[in-house]
Structures are given as C-alpha cells and as structure tokens.
C-alpha cells in the first residue's frame, strides 16, 4: 500500500513540475514579445531616396585605420533604392556601382548647408578695456 501511495504521490509531483514548467515558457514567451515591442518601437526607419547623397560605413578598414580614422566614406550618390532595404550607390569619380544594404548608410547633409546663404561671423577678440 505504501508504494502505490508513494508512486501517485510521485505523479502528482511531476504533473505540478509541468504545469512551473509550461508556466515558465509563457512568461518568457511573454516577457520577449514586451522586450521586442520596446526595441522595435525606437527603431528609426530609414527611406531613402534617388539621387540623395550618403556616406556608407566600409567595416573592412580594420588594418589602416588608426584610433581616430572614420571608416563612413563619401558622398555617395543613390543611384535605386530596392525593397528590403538593397540600395545601389555611385560614387562621382567612380562609374562602378555599388549594391549595399540600407542599415550601413547614412544621410549626408553637406550639400543642404552649401545652399544655405547666411553666415554669422563671430570675431574671437577680448573688448577694448579702458586704461587710467
């Protein structure tokens, strides 16, 4: 009698330990879906356009650079934005095209400031001081 009680006992057991398990599961099914939902919503989506300049980050300059050499080359010229993000580039001295992923671009806004007209001139001298 002792071992049937002990092995229903036993099954109770194992039944709770399922039930902490599959408990588990949805908590962190759960708990990702919030994380993923925090993470997309910061995400910024980047549209670009044709003939819009950019620089493109070359991660291949590892040997050359030093500490505080930039690895963002340009201004490249977009040439076709595809769908999923597939981007050709030009570079003006360069009749080659290149095919690249969107996430290793960025916008270049130095053309935009060239056309800007106004100037302010700020002269870095100490003011005349009054001598007795």
């Not at 597939?86 to 400031?113: A, D, F, W």
Request: glycine share 6%.
């Amino acid at each position: 009698m002792g071992f049937e009680k002990a092995g229903t006992e036993r099954k109770l057991q194992l039944q709770e330990l399922e039930c902490l398990r599959l408990e588990a599961y949805e908590n962190s099914r759960l708990y990702k879906e919030k994380v993923r939902a925090v993470h997309d919503k910061n995400i910024k989506r980047r549209e670009f356009r044709h003939r819009e300049l950019v620089f493109f980050y070359n991660s291949r300059l590892r040997l050359m650079l030093g500490k505080l050499g930039s690895r963002w080359e340009g201004p490249y010229r977009i040439e076709k934005a595809e769908a999923y993000g597939i981007v050709h580039l030009s570079h003006p001295s360069s009749p080659n095209t290149l095919k690249v992923n969107g996430h290793r671009l960025k916008l270049y806004h130095g053309e935009k400031m060239k056309d800007n007209k106004e100037l302010e001139i700020l002269l870095l001298v100490d003011p005349p001081t009054e001598v007795d």
